[in-house]
């Protein structure tokens, strides 16, 4: 994380301490906002132009048709206890794959479509997209409600960085490895879109939840859940990982989905490396005991447990009682 800034605060991801998921934490990465909106700034300069000779009308008409769209705070509150915010993030990518990106010092709440399409910037395919490998499984068949396209997680931790495209890589990678050591508590993966020669997209299957809203949020009509089985089976699906020889590194209720069973899918790869391995992104605040940059079964061993603890809490009668 940049010294001094919090983790931006994830649109989609209300209730956790930060998504994590998004953040370079390496060391050797990290920067200060004043250093990465001039990066940002001098990497965009050209792209500027290039949105500017294409002329492209883009499609958005609110806030709500960026994706990503993040808040970055400070790590220190303000005299009255406060967060003091920093910057607003956001995204756009389109449907053939053009990304587009942007940053504010205006809250997202307050973004106006002027604001929105003055600051967003046209990035070049490879400060996002990895090379395809000519190994990878390719995704050719109709898209449908069925699956779910993992696209890049743009944030300004990466422009300009060249870690994204690795990121991407590194995930298409060991979801191809897990794809032929399956596990049916583990996401299924169906391939890679493939465009201009580099990957745009991971294709998963689509679930319904996620084991974070299920317990925080569950529908009047939720049958009681099942904790052990839960545990059990998520508990299962990380021994598989561990026997392939990887780790997951960012297990969380939100990197957990429930399917139509009430059974748990694990999801979210893009930390999953190797045991040894340096890791750009890994962790969650609240679901770790202190950061890390290598990854080690002992990180899913700490998550498992808070997990654990976390959903005994929130399946209990005595917490249906006080929310119900």
Same mark, same amino acid.
């Given at each position: ?17 930060? $998504?994590?998921?998004?953040? !370079? +934490?390496? =060391? ?10 001039? *990066? ?10 290039? =949105? ?14 960026? =994706? ?38 205006? +809250? ?75 596990? $049916? ?48 089976? #998520? ?5 598989? @990982?561990?026997?392939?020889?990887? !780790?997951?590194?960012?297990?969380? $209720? ?11 899918? @694990? #999801?979210?790869?893009? =930390? ?7 890791? #750009? ?6 679901? #770790?005991?202190? %950061? ?16 654990? *603890? ?6 209990? $009668?005595?917490?249906? %009682?006080? *929310?119900?």
């Amino acid at each position: 994380m940049h010294p001094g800034i919090r983790k931006p605060s994830n649109l989609f991801m209300p209730g956790l301490a930060g $998504p994590g998921r998004t953040i !370079a +934490r390496n =060391s050797s990465y990290m920067r200060n906002a004043t250093s990465i909106s001039s *990066t940002f700034s001098s990497l965009t300069s050209t792209a500027k132009q290039i =949105s500017a000779m294409v002329n492209e009308d883009l499609p958005i008409y609110s806030s709500r048709d960026l =994706s990503p769209l993040y808040e970055a705070f400070t790590m220190e509150d303000d005299e009255n206890g406060n967060e003091v915010f920093v910057y607003s993030s956001f995204g756009y990518i389109t449907d053939e794959w053009v990304v587009y990106f942007g940053q504010s010092d205006v +809250r997202k709440r307050d973004l106006t479509l002027d604001i929105i399409r003055e600051s967003l910037k046209r990035l070049p395919d490879e400060d996002v997209y990895p090379e395809a490998p000519s190994n990878i499984t390719v995704f050719s068949l109709p898209i449908d409600e069925t699956f779910y396209l993992k696209k890049p997680k743009l944030g300004l931790a990466f422009v300009g960085t060249g870690l994204l495209p690795k990121l991407v890589l590194y995930e298409a990678q060991t979801m191809e490895l897990l794809l032929r050591n399956p596990h $049916p508590h583990i996401i299924r993966y169906h391939g890679c879109l493939i465009e201009r020669g580099r990957i745009v997209s991971l294709v998963l299957d689509r679930l319904p939840d996620t084991l974070y809203y299920r317990l925080e949020k569950p529908s009047p009509k939720a049958k009681p859940f099942d904790v052990k089985n839960c545990m059990r089976k #998520i508990e299962s699906a990380v021994c598989h @990982l561990h026997k392939l020889g990887l !780790a997951h590194n960012d297990l969380t $209720p939100m990197n957990v989905m429930i399917d139509n069973s009430d059974d748990p899918v @694990l #999801i979210d790869y893009g =930390s999953c490396q190797p045991f040894g391995n340096e890791l #750009i992104t890994a962790g969650t605040i609240g679901w #770790i005991d202190e %950061e890390f940059t290598t990854s080690a079964q002992e990180h899913d061993h700490i998550a498992l447990e808070k997990i654990r *603890t976390w959903m005994e809490k929130l399946a209990s $009668p005595a917490h249906d %009682e006080r *929310t119900g």
